[in-house]
């Protein structure tokens, strides 16, 4: 039951209208749009505390309709992300969407999700963010503030909004990333000791001393591993397929082959041949094109799945804290060991898949020391004789 306060007329037909709800202890404003296809009264409301919010909530409502948009009024923030992840993301990579999901769950619907999306102002935003910037990585705020982005654009196309306020602020500086770091030689040589038999040891030591990413050791089928010398070509694996959608690799030159150490053939020829014995123990048939990582079923394995149990392999290695390293930093460390062995950062570069030795040298700086040590040492070759210049300075003194 609602009742209009003394003074406050009640408008025609077709015009706004603001009443007093008693019930909710607020001032409602309406306005009549018609009918729907369905044959039913159009007529959106909003509320407020005053009557000049109401109005002004009425205005904003009138632009929306001028501008063919017509937001419901409780569209909530939950609902414009969570209609994003079920119908903007066809086509996209499962790995990609879960990364959505977890992001959006985690730091947008349980800090924003209840407010109404057309209610949503900057400042909002940059409270939000300040907050997230206390927990997170500059990166993972980055993608955190995408989401949203793209899930109020998601909305507009619909007619759900008519603004995206997403785009009107900035994403603050988040908390360092945990940088990437590299196995000692001494850990490494743990590492391939560590749960030999296993096909996590084969998939360790095939990353280690070969260096492919994990999305490309995943999905890896043995007619891609070559365990036999066929003519001049030594034994070795072609890198040709990822995880990635439709199965690229990340890059053109990600696409390749690479020779195999003694070590890995050897590994890798025990670890086919304990495939090979599962699969006729279970009265399967044999063919290289099954996985050479699969899980019990025969699946891919997942990126998680593969994480776990390279963490169960570091804790047998005696490594005090498995958590703290992930199966890329195999590779990390497989271009740290050949740098410090002294081999070019050129050569590093083909090996790894990079475009060019800039990405390898801007993505592994730290594990390239002889090539940022190079211009020191020819420097003390090439004026080596000089024995009258010391640090600037003659040895006589001024």
């Not at 992300?81 to 990364?99: N, P």
């Not at 050897?266 to 050479?292: F, I, N, P, S, Y």
């Not at 040590?373 to 024995?387: L, N, P, Q, T, Y």
């Amino acid at each position: 039951m609602t009742e209009t306060p003394k003074g406050l007329a009640r408008a025609g037909h077709g015009d706004d209208s603001i009443y007093w709800d008693k019930s909710k202890n607020r001032y409602i404003g309406a306005v009549s749009l018609g009918y729907t296809p369905a044959g039913k009264r159009n007529r959106p409301k909003v509320s407020g505390k005053t009557k000049a919010e109401v109005r002004h909530k009425l205005r904003e409502l009138r632009k929306e309709v001028a501008a063919g948009v017509r937001a419901p009024a409780n569209y909530t923030v939950a609902q414009a992300v969570t209609d994003w992840l079920a119908q903007g993301l066809k086509g996209r990579e499962v790995t990609s969407v879960d990364t959505y999901k977890s992001l959006a769950e985690n730091h947008i619907i349980p800090q924003l999700g209840k407010g109404k999306l057309r209610d949503l102002e900057a400042d909002d935003l940059d409270e939000w963010l300040e907050a997230e910037a206390e927990t997170l990585a500059t990166q993972s705020l980055k993608m955190v503030h995408s989401v949203l982005r793209r899930s109020i654009s998601h909305a507009q196309r619909r007619g759900r909004t008519v603004r995206n306020v997403a785009e009107l602020v900035e994403v603050p500086e988040g908390r360092a990333g945990r940088p990437s770091k590299s196995l000692s030689l001494e850990q490494g040589a743990a590492v391939l000791r560590s749960k030999e038999g296993t096909w996590i040891h084969a998939y360790a030591v095939l990353s280690l001393l070969v260096g492919v990413r994990p999305e490309e050791a995943r999905p890896l089928t043995w007619s891609h591993v070559h365990l036999t010398r066929s003519g001049m070509e030594k034994p070795h694996v072609d890198v040709w397929r990822s995880v990635r959608r439709h199965g690229d690799t990340k890059t053109r030159k990600s696409r390749r082959s690479l020779a195999m150490p003694q070590q890995t053939v050897a590994v890798m020829r025990a670890h086919k041949r304990r495939e090979q014995a599962a699969c006729l123990t279970a009265g399967d048939e044999w063919t290289d094109e099954r996985l050479v990582f699969p899980t019990e079923t025969g699946e891919l394995r997942s990126a998680l799945n593969v994480r776990r149990n390279f963490r169960t392999l570091l804790k047998e290695a005696g490594f005090e804290n498995p958590k703290e390293w992930t199966p890329r930093e195999l590779r990390t460390s497989f271009v740290s060991v050949l740098s410090d062995h002294g081999i070019p950062i050129e050569v590093i570069s083909r090996l790894v898949g990079h475009n060019g030795s800039g990405t390898t040298e801007r993505v592994y700086r730290k594990q390239l020391r002889p090539v940022i040590s190079e211009g020191a040492e020819a420097m003390d070759v090439i004026f080596g004789d000089d024995d009258d210049v010391v640090g600037g300075e003659s040895r006589d003194g001024p």
